[in-house]
């Protein structure tokens, strides 16, 4: 089944193509510097700083200066500030980058959505975001809110990193309670939980504000006190009958692995927390120690690796060098196709769309796929006195989750945990693991994995809202 999916992404027309890297426990490196106006020199307090392709991001402080992780001094990074010019900088291997950001002028007036309405950006007295979708439907992400980190001032998005693994938190005001710290939601004019966000398409959404301040709650009460994200999904535009097809795949791994021991280097550090603590290293039943006083200090001259873990259970269980991580890590693929039709004329719009998501996850057995189902329609009835209409999406998600019981964590944390003096199979071709006899006895990570590869959750959801608006003329 996934040949086949992979097949079918390949051979869509006018895919693209992006490599993305997911990091784990990466060596970042640390670009910083400090944003002024070009035309007086001022610092920018606010301005975001952004990994081009990525939703790694930041913003500068109250004097201009910024600092950000990188995972490549061959990034390119994206500065933008409200008023000015966005810039693309190249690192070009440098840790230290100063913009001069110009200012720009605006031709035309922006409208923003705000509450239950629209103003224009110069009538706005609040303080209110608006979000590029165009940069969100690039970023390889399913989910729009997780693409919004970096994008907008002040918002702060978490996240598991598990393929559809759902937002943790989400920010805008900081942390103000010790209650709920949420945002309000709104989508089409409908307040709605946050997992009903996280199952929007990105290439459905027309429009993103993020309202920060409290004037919000004179619209939508106390429920905005933490501020508000409204998003506006597209419609049908008049015109004839438009076919729209977008498709995205993008390859994923660990950049850089984990570096483990491997079993000497695990058994030279036995010997030396046993002599440190006193101990006689002797006892260490899986090595045999050469090892001599010199001048009053224990010298390990030698190591050698017993045979044989255990001969009497799965056929027997030899002595390994496993590199666990690598065990249970791969390279990941995911890709995100999206179909829509619309049309429009003087009295009626109309938008479907269908879209379909796979992620398959760095680490084996770990996988991630929705469909979703989008119709936003409106008609105009009895001369345009009567609209009726519907903003409705559907969607279904399964998701192959972490294996969940294994002593001491997931398979990640397991992997550099376990001993890698024990191998992955046993003999007999089972899976080996635990072992006594002064072994660790969590459970071997791929076998965990592997046993809970057809446990699924599936989530399944219908939302959206039907109206009329009628207008009553004296």
Known sequence: MNIYRIAISLCLAGMLVNINTNVFAQNTETVS????????????????????????????NSE?????????????????????????????????????LASRTLIGEELVVVGYGTQTRGEL????????????????????????????AGLQVSRD?????????????????LGDNEPLYIIDDQ?????????????????IQVLKDASAASIYG????NGVIIVTTKKGSPGELRLEFNSRTTFESTYPTVDVMNTEQRGRAAWRASVNEGANPDDQVHYDYDWSMQDGQPVLNSIETVEWLDQNVQGGIRA??????????????????????????????????????????????????????????????????????????LARSTQTPF????????????????????????????FAGPIGGGLSDRLNPLATSTFQRDDENEVRSVYGNLYADLKITG
């Not at 559809?164 to 103000?176: A, D, N």
């Not at 890698?420 to 046993?426: D, G, L, N, T, W």
Request: glycine share 10%; no cysteine; hydrophobic share 30%.
């Open 222 to 225: 106390s429920r905005a006190s």
């Open 125 to 152: 007295t609040g303080s209110v975001s608006s979000v590029d979708v165009e940069d969100i439907a690039e970023v390889s992400t399913h989910n729009p809110l997780q693409a919004m980190q970096g994008r907008v």
């Open 320 to 393: 390994a060098n496993t590199d666990w991580f690598d065990v249970i890590t791969r390279n990941g693929l995911s890709t995100a196709n999206n179909l829509s039709l619309s049309s429009g004329g003087e009295n009626y719009s109309l938008l479907a769309a269908i879209g379909h998501n796979y992620q398959e996850g760095v680490v084996k057995y770990n996988d991630f796929e929705r469909y979703t189902f989008r119709l936003n329609s409106s008609l105009d009835l009895l001369d345009g006195r009567l609209t009726i209409g519907e903003n409705m999406q």
């Open 161 to 177: 990193g598990t393929p559809g693994g759902g937002t943790q938190q989400v920010l805008i005001r900081g942390i103000s309670t």
């Open 191 to 207: 307040p709605v939980e946050r997992r009903r966000f996280d199952l929007l398409s990105p290439n459905e959404i027309e429009s």
């Open 64 to 100: 201009g200066q910024y600092e950000l992780k990188v995972p490549s001094l061959q990034d390119t990074l994206v500065f933008s500030f409200i008023g000015y010019q966005s810039q693309e900088v190249p690192i070009q291997g440098r840790t230290t980058i100063d913009v001069e």
């Open 33 to 60: 510097g400090t944003i002024t106006d070009q035309s007086d020199g001022t610092t920018l307090p606010g301005v975001n700083i952004l990994v081009k392709g990525t939703t790694i991001g930041t913003t500068t």
């Open 403 to 430: 294996s969940d019981y294994v002593f001491g964590g997931n398979p990640l944390s397991t992997a550099t945990l376990l001993h890698p003096i024990i191998p992955v199979y046993a003999e007999d071709g089972s």
